[in-house]
């Protein structure tokens, strides 16, 4: 991953993701862990935390797994029923052999809240997570109380950087980081392919307004004021079409701007989550 933001920053965001600071597990909990079939191929694993009102996290990607979630299901937890979805080719949650959509991430977690008996939740979703909640809320609207879409906006082809990840490149960045998961995944010989259709998805798949009109709940859009995947121009267009949405920018921060800043994060995400208003 090119992170192109200043060193500064760079530096508050990258060293994170290495280490969880919760005393839980997350994402390797296997007291609470479970698995989820999808289709004939496929096993998504989650787990979730505490009891109240539902509240669905979908991770990043390629980086991103429900750990990522660490200080999210820990402050949420206290008041909510949390639940943590690992979307498919991350880590426990299987590849399957369907090209990866963002439409398919928002069906799979519709056949998650199916099997919970789930009908109206919050959302929080960051990146790839997010559009997958973008998916969600237009696709799926009777699903979705209000969500939290984090380091997502308008996404339109003329703004993509293609990516081309692979499992050469990410061992030489960042290869203690992800030897653990590749050892977890249960299929890790497929690591390589599920890379492919991760670039694929990433390079060709957009989310604009064609999507955002679609979408009744509430959003809060959050990002980093140096995020290089949504910078603050794609989220303003996005908070354009959307019918019911408020921004939030943390200064100083990039895409991962809840370990580069939690308490301006959490002063924005709290109480948007917890106020009845809408």
């Not at 919050?122 to 969600?136: E, H, P, Q, W």
């Not at 237009?138 to 879409?149: G, I, L």
């Not at 082809?157 to 992800?178: H, I, K, R």
Request: charged share 20%; glycine share 8%; hydrophobic share 40%.
């Amino acid at each position: 991953m090119k992170y192109l933001f200043p060193t500064v920053v760079l530096a508050c965001i990258f060293s994170p993701l290495y280490s969880q600071s919760s005393e839980i597990n997350y994402g390797f909990n296997d007291e609470v862990g479970q698995y989820l079939e999808v289709g004939e191929d496929t096993r998504l694993y989650y787990e979730i935390y505490g009891e109240g009102d539902p509240i669905l996290l979908l991770h990043g990607g390629v980086y991103g797994y429900i750990n990522e979630f660490e200080f999210f299901i820990d402050a949420l937890s206290k008041t909510h029923q949390v639940i943590c979805l690992g979307t498919r080719g991350h880590v426990k949650s299987d590849i399957g052999h369907e090209p990866f959509s963002f439409d398919q991430r928002a069906d799979d977690a519709v056949k998650l809240l199916d099997h919970l008996n789930l009908k109206k939740t919050i959302v929080i979703g960051f990146s790839d997570g997010g559009y997958g909640a973008f998916k969600l809320a237009a696709n799926f609207p009777e699903y979705v109380q209000k969500m939290v879409v984090i380091g997502a906006a308008d996404r339109i082809d003329s703004e993509v950087t293609p990516v081309d990840y692979s499992e050469e490149g990410l061992m030489e960045n960042a290869g203690a980081y992800f030897k653990g998961r590749v050892e977890a995944m249960p299929e890790p010989d497929r690591w390589g392919e599920s890379l492919s259709m991760l670039n694929a998805l990433y390079n060709t798949h957009f989310v604009s307004k064609e999507t955002f009109e679609k979408i009744e709940a509430p959003v809060l859009l959050l990002a980093g004021e140096f995020d290089e995947y949504s910078n603050v121009q794609s989220l303003i267009r996005a908070h354009e079409y959307l019918p019911t949405s408020f921004l939030s920018v943390i200064p100083m921060c990039g895409h991962v701007v809840f370990y580069c800043n939690w308490d301006a994060t959490w002063a924005s995400v709290k109480p948007f989550v917890y106020t009845t208003d809408f």
